[in-house]
């Protein structure tokens, strides 16, 4: 029915798809990283049986059981596991980077975290979990609580009956395993990094408190916004919407759902936020006892024919693509706020970029974040990858979920200006079908976006055409383009490629690249996997890409090398995808120079 719903692109389909809890601006909250013990589990034996041959309750390492404490009493009982005893893992991280043995464990791992909360009575607890890939399935003293599908988005749980003052047990099973019905499927071009790759945190509010919140500026030059009240007092609540740098001061009641809209002509004073001036306002939400502080930068972004409008001017995106991955000679995908800030800031300062593509799938909150505040346009992205069930109405339902709790998370980013509903999928009848109604649930939750996806190109000679039927779903075209790299083409001919696509619509060039090994150099020769020659591709790119009347942006694959079990040349690549500008350690290639060159001296029609 939700998903009927939803294709009507009704009010209420878009608040069947809300998360049901996002406490996304809230500070104020226990951190339990740190270390945490774990147990491996690869036949799944805590969560199944065979014959009932297994007395499962030897081995689930879920239970609330003081294990060593029994094994000291005399009787029958045993146990396979301790997770009390067990080996230690620093979290959030994932477990491929950190122990040798676990490098290509693809499976069950269960989590253990022992903490002590404060009990306030009269208030609730809950856990949120920022990411854990890819199937988690949680258990706080001994009882399920939770459980979670999809890598990169955000899940909380209540707590508040469940929770101890003492001694709580928090369990998490985390499976990675990805399978014809997962999102993505099985085989991609990035490292498997399982585990509990971002922070998990214990919140505690007032008995009714706001859930959600959120503000933006329209093309009619209003901030409207609205609040989300939960809990037993939701209902005809006054909700007050504060910006004090700009005198704004708002008052709304909850209607009977418990929410409050905010509608008002956005001061004369208000500094928009753009790349040049990333301008953010603390903007102070209160109810009753409770109050969320978020920082918010106001913007408009539209687009007008071939042009992309932000605040109303033309904006050509200066940007490259990247992965959730830090500059490390190991990385566990830890993206904390230095390792964002490093990242992001070799686009900004170093590229003189003004645009991340934040491939393939959500990135971490912090990075999205760091992108307002750096000033970066982004492109943010569904893992709909190459394949995956396009028959299967769960596996599209699966991907409006992470769809939606993707947008209710960063949709105060002022960053955030595209929303991507896939990368390179495959031209057929079904996959369009899926496509088009992702985009109408995109347009659904959220209006104030443009949607776009990274297609595939068809070669006719020197020509390059587009025939995609999921064109017409679009705001604005991407495509993916190898010319030069995969394939045979010299790079005087790839400078010589026409395009033939739509006039009427903006394209990015959302992925272009080739591999280089840094330190490769091979000024005479110039053969693929060279410094040289990566360098060489990117001004021959260039070079064809100044002939494309409506490019409107570039985000080339990718800004660091990064883990990939795909690319095993044992000269050149050594499992790292080479076609980083900057090496895994942060070493610039000649590339990047030509890359930050070309940036520095194009013309934009900035505002
Ligand atoms: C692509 C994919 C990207 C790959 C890249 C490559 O088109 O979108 O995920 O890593 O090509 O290196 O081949």
Do not use: C
């Not at 009269?122 to 009882?143: D, I, M, T, W």
């Not at 030059?221 to 007092?233: E, T």
């Not at 595939?456 to 779903?473: F, T, Y």
């Amino acid at each position: 029915i939700a998903l009927l719903a939803v294709v009507a692109g009704t009010a209420s389909a878009a608040d069947a798809l809300r998360p049901p809890l996002l406490l996304t601006a809230r500070t104020a909250a226990q951190d339990l990283g740190g270390t945490w013990t774990y147990s491996k589990d690869y036949y799944r034996t805590s969560l199944t049986d065979i014959n009932g041959w297994v007395a499962k309750s030897r081995m689930q390492r879920f239970r609330d059981v003081d294990v060593a404490a029994e094994e000291k009493k005399s009787g029958p009982a045993f146990f396979e596991f301790d997770l009390d005893r067990g080996p230690t893992m620093t979290l959030p991280g994932a477990w491929n980077s950190a122990v040798p043995e676990l490098r290509w464990y693809d499976g069950l791992i269960w989590f253990q975290r022992r903490f002590d909360a404060k009990l306030v009575p009269g208030q609730r607890s809950f856990l949120r979990f920022e990411a854990v890939n890819y199937r988690a399935s949680v258990y706080l003293n001994g009882k399920p609580i939770a459980q979670h599908e999809g890598g990169f988005t955000p899940f909380v749980v209540e707590v508040t009956d469940t929770l101890r003052a003492l001694g709580n047990r928090l369990v998490v099973g985390v499976d990675s395993k990805h399978d014809a019905q997962s999102i993505p499927g099985e085989i991609t071009d990035w490292d498997l990094y399982g585990g509990i790759t971002r922070p998990v945190k214990l919140i505690r509010t007032p008995a009714t408190f706001i859930d959600d919140a959120t503000l933006r500026l329209n093309d009619a030059g209003r901030l409207v916004g609205s609040a989300q009240l939960n809990g037993p007092q939701s209902a005809n609540q006054s909700v007050t919407l504060r910006i004090a740098a700009l005198g704004v001061t708002l008052q709304a009641r909850t209607d009977a759902n418990g929410e409050a809209r905010f509608d008002t002509p956005a001061p004369a004073s208000l500094k928009r936020w753009s790349p040049e001036a990333p301008t953010l306002y603390d903007v102070d939400f209160e109810a009753g006892a409770d109050r969320v502080r978020d920082r918010i930068g106001f913007r408009t972004i539209a687009v007008r024919g071939s042009d992309l409008l932000l605040n109303g001017q033309p904006v050509f995106l200066k940007g490259i693509s990247l992965h959730e991955e830090e500059i490390a000679p190991n990385p566990a995908r830890r993206l904390d706020e230095a390792a964002a800030r490093r990242l992001l800031g070799e686009v900004k300062h170093g590229l003189h970029g003004n645009y991340v593509r934040l491939s393939h799938y959500p990135h971490n909150e912090t990075m999205l974040r760091m992108a307002d505040e750096l000033g970066l346009l982004v492109w943010s992205e569904i893992p709909v990858y190459w394949t995956v069930d396009w028959d299967n109405p769960a596996v599209l339902d699966k991907a409006r979920r992470m769809q939606a709790e993707t947008i209710y998370r960063d949709r105060n980013r002022a960053a955030l200006v595209l929303w991507s509903i896939g990368n390179e999928t495959p031209v057929a009848d079904n996959r369009t079908r899926f496509h088009a109604a992702l985009a109408q649930t995109v347009r659904a939750l959220d209006d104030s976006r443009l949607v776009s996806a990274a297609l595939l190109v068809e070669r006719k000679g020197d020509v390059i055409q587009l025939a995609d039927p999921l064109l017409a779903a679009l705001d604005v075209i991407a495509v993916n383009t190898y010319a030069g790299w995969y394939g045979d083409d010299t790079l005087d001919r790839v400078a010589r490629l026409r395009w033939d696509v739509p006039a009427d619509k903006p394209l990015l060039f959302s992925e272009f690249g080739a591999d280089a090994q840094t330190g490769f150099r091979d000024a005479t020769l110039r053969r693929k996997f060279s410094e040289d020659y990566q360098a060489d591709y990117y001004r021959a790119t260039l070079a064809m890409a100044a002939q494309v009347p409506t490019l409107r942006g570039l985000s080339p694959w990718v800004l660091k090398d990064f883990r990939s079990p795909r690319r095993e040349h044992p000269v050149f690549q050594q499992g790292w995808n080479r076609k980083g500008l900057i090496s895994e350690t942060g070493q610039r290639k000649l590339a990047f120079t030509v890359l930050a060159n070309h940036y520095k001296n194009l013309s934009s029609p900035l505002p």
